[in-house]
C-alpha cells in the first residue's frame, strides 16, 4: 500500500498484445516501439496546475490535492457549473471542430475531432459517463474550461483531441468505439493514443482493453471518477506483450456513484502486486463525482504518459 507523507518543500511534481498481434509486430518491425512520445508545453498553467497537495507518496505515484467549492466552482465560474469565467477559455476556430461518421455494423458511431488525425503526434479519445454524448467533452465553458485547455494543449503540439458518442455504454456502444480506435490507429501508426473515459464511461473502456487490438493500439488510459477492479487488470495484462500500458486515476473523496474505497483498493492492488506497473493516482480532498473532470491536470497527466 502507498504510504501518504506532507511534501517538505513547495509543489511536488507529477505523479498482452495476444499472439497474432504479437507475431504481426515483429514482422513489421514493433510499430508500438515506432510511436513518438511528445512534451505538451504550458497553457494556463497558473489556472490549472493543481494546489499544493495536503500528502503525497514517497514514490510520487499517490497523492492528495485539496478541492474547494468556493474557490474550484464559486471563484472560478461566472455562472457556477455552466459557465467558466472568460480567463480560462481560449476559442479555437469554428472550423477547427470536425463532426465524423463511422459506418459500423451495429450502427453508425458519430464522433467530433479537433485536429487531424493522420500525422497528430498525440491523440486524446474521451468517453462520457451516462446521459452523455460527444458535446460533453467539447463543451468549452463546463467543467471549469478544463476541456478547452485540453483541446489547446494538444492541438497547440500537433496533436488531435477526439469525443465520441457513446450511447447507453453497452456492447454495441463499446464495439463502435473499438473499431474507431483501431481506424484512428490504422490512419495514425506513430501517434500515442491515450484513452480518457469518464464516470460510467470507464465500463466500455474497461470491456475494451479486454481486445488485443485495442491494448496493442492504445498508450494510456485516464479513468475519471470511474470504477476498476483486478480482475479488469487482470484482463488487461494478459492482452498485452512486452509494453504497459500506464494508467492514471483521479476521484474525489465524497464520490457517492463509485465510491473512492474501491478505486483505493485496485490502486494498492497493482502497487503491491505489481510494484513496476506505471499507474497514478490523484485523490481529490472533498471532491465529489464530477471534480476529477473539472480539476485533473491534463499538462502533467498527458507529459507522464506520452514521454514513457
Known sequence: MARLHRPRHGRTPALTLGLGAFVMALAVG?????????????????LFAYPEPTAIS????LKDVPYAES????ARDEIPERRVRG???????????????SPGAGGNLHWTRVGEIAGAKAIVVFVHGRNGDRRLGMNDWTF????NRLKNLLTRAGGAYVTVDGGRLGSEDSTRVGHLIES?????ETGRIVLACGSMGGELCWSLLTQAPIVAAIDGLVLLGANSSWDRFDALRKAEVGR??????????????YPLERQRTFFDAVRSRQPSYPIRMVVFDDGNHGTPIRMIDWRETLNWMLTR
Open 144 to 147: 471549469g474550461g478544463n476541456f
Open 184 to 188: 484512428l490507429r490504422a490512419r495514425n
Open 71 to 74: 474557490r474550484d466552482i464559486d
Open 58 to 61: 514517497k514514490d510520487g505515484t
Open 87 to 101: 480567463a480560462y477559455v481560449e476559442r479555437l476556430p469554428s472550423a477547427s471542430q470536425v463532426e465524423e461518421v
Open 30 to 46: 514493433n510499430p508500438v516501439e515506432a510511436r513518438s512520445g511528445l512534451t505538451l508545453p504550458p497553457f494556463k498553467d497558473a
Open 244 to 257: 504497459d500500458v500506464p494508467i492514471v486515476l483521479a476521484h474525489g473523496t465524497r464520490d457517492k456513484v
